[in-house]
């Protein structure tokens, strides 16, 4: 049965899915082709350009939509040879998922957690991989293909960005001529191509990539690469292609009945199960009346840890946890598995479960170099834009969670809670799609800082990504490092919530900040800034020439006149008096953490305090219990967290 308290946060656990690191190789590159001179990764200035526009000529592909579909895949980077989540190799992301997986060594990931939160039960799950001996998708071997029309070997393929290129180019000649079509050199008569090149096996998904891949085209593009490069398309704002091709490229249509997805994505229904099994218990979440009944404020972001088909198993067994929409790497595609109305198990927070709505993304935490698809970052950004609007949820990061920010709901939870996407998740890029970039919004003054490092610059030292103790790859990052002093040589910030001494570990948040959230500014000593944090100084370095944070003003908390400290929580529930005849009251616990009189943080909201009561199979026994304490959700360390608004006041940050 699942009535007492402890059960309330039962859709606290999300499995562990052993992490699986991709290779990490780099292979010293191969006599590039062409005839061009052999050359490291980093090559000339205009090496990658050239090696894009040699490919185009020998296959008669246009050299913009060569350039195009490789930014949409990959941005232009070739990862050092090193796989993405889904076995894509080089720029252009020829997929070769066996060989990803054959190479990919034993992974360090976090520990096991009961599937629901309760603390009766703790059932073990297989991995969310594809099992050795299935048949893989044609989206997953790509690089035979290329292989066999190119005559370079596979190896060659996946480690010289060059012979990757011109892999790319003959998978698009040969799309465009299975077609029909000739080997046109306007853009808009390989439409088709592009969509068939995708991988995908159904025409929305397909049309969804191509128009993607065009929307590159029209804009332009140009940025270093990671290995170097210059790499530039110039813009065409005017290109119309030719979208009935589509109609002629054989793909299936996908049945999109059922989502709640924008038009702009590919979608499709394949739902999580609302069943009961055994005796008292039930899977995989609770149905709802959402935003009716109570609103949705957040989106949380988290990554699979696990392949697609595996993780789609996954979600379809009623034993198991779920969550509201899963992203596939290669392309982008969405499947949604449980209805915005109903409450998903995702967060490890009951709270934050009842308040928001999950999206996975196919992807590995830990292994930095397992990248994620200029496609799906878009796909995701327009997903999370159109649920945005749809329930009125603010574009910031304390609305826009990942896994990471979550707050344990309770002390006991606060060392079980989940750190995904972690620190090579591109949050800078992400909110850039989602049309927010983070910016400055004041002078020296404002009294706060967004944390805003540049991501391919950034790379703090990680350890533990593939054995414990060992260095992650060197990798552009997200996340910024906190000291106790102002300087390196002092001790990182300790978290009194985790009583661990804080290590450099890819799963240790305990001294971390992450782009785009914002903290109040506690002092500044010379290329050194403090902030608020944890209930303490933490200082991150922020040189003016090249800063880790930009100023900002906004909305702070500190305790009320009177209070030299104030509790601070992982949920935000009702007084006890607020419950109803039959819904047991829920513990108003506060953390191991005080927000001490001087101290200041970021307000994120204020609601009142609110409580979901579905703890049965018989949804005529669900409430929503709704309180008069009022409750500020702040930025008060990685995670968010709440105080009670009776104990705070709240200010300008600039006063």
Request: negative net charge; hydrophobic residues 35%; contains cysteine.
């Given at each position: 049965?699942?009535?007492?308290?402890?059960?309330?946060?039962?859709?606290?656990?999300?499995?562990?899915?052993?992490r699986t690191a991709g290779a990490v190789?780099?292979?010293?590159?191969?006599?590039?082709?062409?005839?061009?001179?052999?050359?490291?990764?980093?090559?000339?200035?205009?090496?990658?350009?050239?090696?894009?526009?040699?490919?185009?000529?020998?296959?008669?592909?246009?050299?913009?939509?060569?350039?195009?579909?490789?930014?949409?895949?990959?941005?232009?980077?070739?990862?050092?040879?090193?796989?993405?989540?889904?076995?894509?190799?080089?720029?252009?992301?020829?997929?070769?998922?066996?060989?990803?997986?054959?190479?990919?060594?034993?992974?360090?990931?976090?520990?096991?957690?009961?599937?629901?939160?309760?603390?009766?039960?703790?059932?073990?799950?297989?991995?969310?991989?594809?099992?050795?001996?299935?048949?893989?998708?044609?989206?997953?071997?790509?690089?035979?293909?290329?292989?066999?029309?190119?005559?370079?070997?596979?190896?060659?393929?996946?480690?010289?960005?060059?012979?990757?290129?011109?892999?790319?180019?003959?998978?698009?000649?040969?799309?465009?001529?299975?077609?029909?079509?000739?080997?046109?050199?306007?853009?808009?008569?390989?439409?088709?191509?592009?969509?068939?090149?995708?991988?995908?096996?159904?025409?929305?998904?397909?049309?969804?990539?191509?128009?993607?891949?065009?929307?590159?085209?029209?804009?332009?593009a140009q940025r270093t690469t990671d290995?170097?490069?210059?790499?530039?398309?110039?813009?065409?704002?005017?290109?119309?292609?030719?979208?009935?091709?589509?109609?002629?490229?054989?793909?299936?249509?996908?049945?999109?009945?059922?989502?709640?997805?924008?038009?702009?994505?590919?979608?499709?229904?394949?739902?999580?199960?609302?069943?009961?099994?055994?005796?008292?218990?039930?899977?995989?979440?609770?149905?709802?009346?959402?935003?009716?009944?109570?609103?949705?404020?957040?989106?949380?972001?988290?990554?699979?840890?696990?392949?697609?088909?595996?993780?789609?198993?996954?979600?379809?067994?009623?034993?198991?946890?779920?969550?509201?929409?899963?992203?596939?790497?290669?392309?982008?595609?969405?499947?949604?598995?449980?209805?915005?109305?109903?409450?998903?198990?995702?967060?490890?927070?009951?709270?934050?479960?009842?308040?928001?709505?999950?999206?996975?993304?196919?992807?590995?935490?830990?292994?930095?170099?397992?990248?994620?698809?200029?496609?799906?970052?878009?796909?995701?950004?327009?997903?999370?834009?159109?649920?945005?609007?749809?329930?009125?949820?603010?574009?910031?990061?304390?609305?826009?969670?990942?896994?990471?920010?979550?707050?344990?709901?309770?002390?006991?939870?606060?060392?079980?809670?989940h750190t995904d996407p972690g620190p090579?998740?591109?949050?800078?890029?992400?909110?850039?799609?989602?049309?927010?970039?983070?910016?400055?919004?004041?002078?020296?003054?404002?009294?706060?800082?967004?944390?805003?490092?540049?991501?391919?610059?950034?790379?703090?030292?990680?350890?533990?990504?593939?054995?414990?103790?060992?260095?992650?790859?060197?990798?552009?990052?997200?996340?910024?490092?906190?000291?106790?002093?102002?300087?390196?040589?002092?001790?990182?910030?300790?978290?009194?919530?985790?009583?661990?001494?804080?290590?450099?570990?890819?799963?240790?948040?305990?001294?971390?900040?992450?782009?785009?959230?914002?903290?109040?500014?506690?002092?500044?000593?010379?290329?050194?800034?403090?902030?608020?944090?944890?209930?303490?100084?933490?200082?991150?370095?922020?040189?003016?020439?090249?800063?880790?944070?930009?100023?900002?003003?906004?909305?702070?908390?500190?305790?009320?006149?009177?209070?030299?400290?104030?509790?601070?929580?992982?949920?935000?529930?009702?007084?006890?008096?607020?419950?109803?005849?039959?819904?047991?009251?829920?513990?108003?616990?506060?953390?191991?953490?005080?927000?001490?009189?001087?101290?200041?943080?970021?307000?994120?909201?204020?609601?009142?305090?609110?409580?979901?009561?579905?703890?049965?199979?018989?949804?005529?026994?669900?409430?929503?219990?709704?309180?008069?304490?009022?409750?500020?959700?702040?930025?008060?360390?990685?995670?968010?967290?709440?105080?009670?608004?009776?104990?705070?006041?709240?200010?300008?940050?600039?006063?």
């Open positions: 049965m699942r009535g007492s308290a402890t059960a309330t946060d039962r859709a606290a656990g999300r499995r562990r899915i052993r190789g780099c292979a010293a590159l191969l006599l590039p082709l062409l005839g061009a001179a052999p050359s490291d990764a980093r090559g000339s200035a205009a090496g990658l350009q050239q090696a894009f526009a040699a490919a185009a000529a020998e296959y008669h592909v246009p050299q913009s939509v060569l350039l195009g579909v490789s930014y949409l895949q990959s941005r232009w980077d070739a990862h050092a040879g090193a796989p993405s989540v889904t076995g894509g190799y080089g720029p252009m992301h020829l997929t070769d998922a066996r060989a990803a997986l054959a190479e990919a060594p034993p992974h360090h990931g976090e520990g096991t957690e009961d599937a629901r939160g309760d603390s009766a039960r703790t059932p073990v799950y297989p991995e969310a991989k594809v099992p050795e001996n299935s048949e893989l998708p044609d989206r997953l071997k790509t690089l035979a293909k290329a292989a066999e029309l190119t005559g370079l070997p596979a190896e060659r393929l996946r480690t010289d960005p060059t012979a990757n290129v011109a892999g790319g180019a003959a998978l698009l000649a040969a799309a465009q001529k299975d077609l029909g079509e000739p080997l046109s050199k306007d853009p808009a008569d390989w439409y088709g191509a592009v969509a068939r090149f995708s991988g995908a096996d159904d025409s929305a998904t397909g049309a969804a990539y191509a128009g993607d891949v065009f929307d590159v085209l029209r804009t332009g290995a170097g490069q210059q790499v530039a398309l110039a813009a065409r704002p005017d290109l119309t292609p030719d979208t009935a091709q589509l109609a002629r490229t054989g793909l299936r249509t996908l049945d999109a009945d059922g989502t709640q997805c924008p038009t702009t994505v590919s979608c499709e229904w394949i739902p999580a199960p609302y069943e009961e099994f055994g005796e008292g218990d039930y899977g995989n979440h609770d149905l709802g009346n959402r935003p009716a009944s109570q609103s949705i404020r957040y989106i949380v972001i988290h990554d699979t840890e696990g392949a697609w088909e595996g993780v789609l198993n996954l979600v379809q067994d009623p034993t198991y946890v779920s969550w509201n929409y899963s992203l596939r790497s290669t392309d982008g595609h969405i499947a949604q598995h449980v209805k915005a109305k109903d409450v998903a198990w995702h967060a490890g927070n009951w709270y934050v479960n009842a308040k928001s709505i999950g999206l996975e993304h196919e992807g590995f935490l830990a292994n930095p170099d397992a990248w994620y698809t200029e496609a799906m970052y878009r796909s995701s950004a327009r997903l999370v834009t159109y649920l945005s609007e749809k329930y009125d949820i603010p574009l910031d990061r304390q609305h826009i969670l990942g896994h990471d920010n979550v707050p344990g709901p309770t002390t006991g939870t606060i060392a079980t809670m090579y998740w591109d949050w800078g890029h992400y909110f850039a799609l989602l049309g927010r970039p983070f910016e400055a919004t004041a002078e020296k003054n404002g009294g706060l800082v967004t944390i805003r490092p540049d991501y391919a610059a950034n790379q703090p030292e990680y350890t533990g990504c593939v054995a414990a103790g060992e260095p992650c790859a060197a990798h552009g990052s997200s996340a910024v490092r906190l000291h106790s002093g102002p300087g390196k040589s002092y001790p990182l910030i300790k978290d009194v919530g985790l009583g661990t001494t804080p290590t450099t570990g890819v799963n240790d948040l305990s001294s971390r900040v992450s782009t785009g959230q914002q903290y109040a500014v506690a002092d500044r000593d010379g290329d050194w800034t403090a902030i608020w944090y944890l209930g303490q100084k933490a200082w991150f370095k922020n040189p003016k020439k090249d800063p880790t944070a930009v100023d900002a003003t906004g909305l702070v908390v500190t305790p009320r006149k009177g209070l030299t400290s104030v509790p601070v929580y992982g949920r935000a529930y009702p007084e006890a008096s607020a419950y109803p005849a039959g819904v047991p009251a829920q513990s108003v616990s506060p953390l191991p953490y005080k927000l001490l009189k001087g101290q200041r943080y970021v307000v994120g909201d204020k609601v009142p305090g609110q409580y979901y009561y579905a703890v049965t199979f018989d949804e005529e026994s669900h409430k929503v219990v709704v309180g008069k304490d009022l409750y500020y959700e702040i930025q008060f360390g990685h995670r968010v967290a709440f105080v009670r608004a009776a104990d705070v006041r709240v200010g300008q940050s600039a006063g």
